[in-house]
């Protein structure tokens, strides 16, 4: 009888040690993530912590997503992390990133240059070159073309400002009324 036992207790434990097993295999199959999946998470959980304003909880997980990922979003997310903490010498690094990557989003060399203008205070050639990189890597976007007119308007660099309206014009002739009428002020003011 307590042989019979044995085998019994032998058996339970040999199932239950096939089941856990079993269980183990099963679970670790499921943490295993792709590398896009994990990336997108880590991306996800830090821009929750970016819009409640946490940004030194929001950073780890950008510093993870990016040994994951390196693209134009995470430097971006990079960027604008290490902004609202006001640590502009990496601000700086990761919006440079962020166009070196992929120069042909118009949003990224707008943020680079106000960033370059308002936070790192640059000279104007500093800006001037930002905005220019920028229009050649976009084939002139219609909205670097206004913007960098409207910066060399407020630097009262007038001449050039209507250059660059006209370019505008030429870019998109249905708004030519408006870029028109701003050509007028800027000529009457020299």
Not at 52 to 59: F, G, M, S, V
Not at 93 to 111: A, D, H, M, R, T
């Amino acid at each position: 009888m307590i042989n019979s036992y044995k085998k019994y207790i032998s058996f339970f434990v040999f199932l239950l040690v096939v089941v856990g097993i079993f269980f183990i295999i099963n679970r670790s199959r499921d943490s295993v993530t792709t590398p896009s999946s994990t990336y997108r998470e880590l991306i996800t959980a830090g821009h929750k912590l970016y819009l409640q304003e946490k940004y030194e909880e929001a950073l780890p997980y950008f510093k993870k997503a990016v040994l994951l990922e390196q693209s134009d979003r995470i430097y971006r997310s990079l960027y604008s992390v290490y902004l609202g903490l006001k640590d502009y010498k990496n601000a700086e690094i990761y919006i440079k990133k962020s166009v070196g990557i992929n120069g042909e989003i118009p949003n990224n060399w707008l943020e680079y240059a106000s960033f370059e203008n308002y936070y790192m205070k640059a000279p104007f050639d500093v800006v001037s070159q930002v905005y220019l990189k920028g229009l050649e890597v976009t084939k002139n976007n219609i909205d670097l073309v206004t913007n960098y007119a409207g910066y060399l308007t407020e630097n009262k660099k007038y001449n050039e400002a209507i250059v660059y309206l006209k370019k505008a014009i030429a870019i998109d002739p249905t708004r030519k009324d408006a870029f028109q009428a701003e050509i007028n002020s800027l000529q009457k003011g020299l």
